[in-house]
């Protein structure tokens, strides 16, 4: 496993990170919280170090009381990073960054993980109601109360992110970042997190398992909602991803390696990519994922990956 300083903070992180988006129960179709207790100790048995959950993933914190189970004998191994901002209400998913809300949502955070402090706490939107700058004066308190170590933002603009840096001295944010979604370069916000030394956590980085190149096309229904989220499992995406898949597939058989390994270390080749988060929810899909921190990509092959993708996607 490799390891990158996080922005400005004293936090050294695994450039592979376990994401628990899919461990919710509600979003990524029907989970065992038993397997994805030992998905995380997998992961964490590989090296990695940076496991990644927030309040509004599955109901009534699911995601974030599975994360406890996994790591209360272990909590001095794992950087442990969550989020506030998103309320679950009848259903829906809710932008609320009130500072008395968000008081009260630490604490439900703490006590679900177990633990008496967070390492890295995100505003996880931001909220056009109240605003982000109450809600980034509170998470400074909260860092000198010692509830968190470090502050973060997820899915900010670039003109919030100075915000954030000014009002919070953040230490990484969280954008949507994948060979098939470069939308965080071209905006200007992975650039911004370079100039100013901001630690980057992208989320998204198999783009909901599509650049695993072994998922069939799933269907919009019940649990299973990636589709709502990532445009990829529809036409003509869909097939124009299977045609890039077949370039991955051709580069990742000559390494002796997967597909999914090949996705993951073009992610973490990119500029400013502290950490790639995965969601891998079963222990040997924690293996694999962790097993592509030790895949190097030539130039040559980043180039013929970005040609394929310039060719094909656009």
């Known amino acids: 496993m490799k390891y990158r300083k996080l922005g400005k903070s004293d936090l050294n ?13 509600d979003f990524f179709g029907d989970v065992d919280a038993k397997e994805c207790v030992k998905a995380i100790h997998a992961s964490i048995d590989a090296g990695v170090n940076f496991v990644d959950t927030a309040a509004a ?4 914190g699911y995601s974030e009381k599975v994360v406890a189970d996994a790591i209360y004998d272990r909590r001095d191994k794992v950087i442990l990073s969550t989020k506030c901002g998103i309320l679950r209400q009848y259903g829906e998913y809710i932008k609320c960054l009130s500072p008395t809300t968000i008081r009260c949502e ?7 993980l177990k633990t008496d402090y967070i390492d890295l706490y995100h505003i996880h939107w931001p909220d056009y109601n109240f605003g982000i700058e109450g809600a980034l004066d509170l998470l400074v308190e909260f860092r000198k109360e010692g509830k968190i170590r470090e502050i973060a933002v997820s899915n900010f603009s670039v003109d919030e992110l100075k ?11 969280q954008p949507p970042f994948s060979m098939l979604n470069r939308a965080s370069v071209e905006n200007g916000i992975i650039p911004f997190a370079i100039e100013h030394n901001i630690g980057v956590t992208s989320y998204g980085s198999l783009g909901g398992g599509i650049l695993t190149g072994t998922m069939e096309k799933p269907e919009i229904a019940g649990k299973e909602l990636r589709g709502a989220f990532y445009p990829y499992y529809v036409e003509p995406l869909w097939s124009k991803c299977q045609e890039l898949l077949a370039v991955l597939r051709g580069i990742a058989d000559g390494k002796g390696v997967s ?11 990119q500029p400013g990519i502290t950490v790639a988060l995965m969601g891998g929810v079963k222990p040997e899909e924690s293996y694999q994922n962790a ?4 895949v190097e990509l030539s ?8 040609d394929a993708y310039e060719r094909i996607m656009k």
Not at 106 to 112: G, Y
């Open 13 to 25: 992180v695994s450039v592979i990170g376990q994401g628990t988006w899919a461990m919710g129960d």
């Open 106 to 112: 630490i604490e439900l955070s703490l006590k679900r």
């Open 291 to 294: 097993k592509a921190a030790d």
């Open 163 to 173: 915000v954030a840096v000014e009002r919070a001295d953040i230490a990484s944010m």
């Open 57 to 60: 993933y599955g109901a009534d």
């Open 299 to 306: 130039a040559e092959e980043l180039k013929t990956i970005d």
């Open 259 to 269: 597909v999914a390994e090949i996705s993951i270390a073009w992610a973490i080749a």
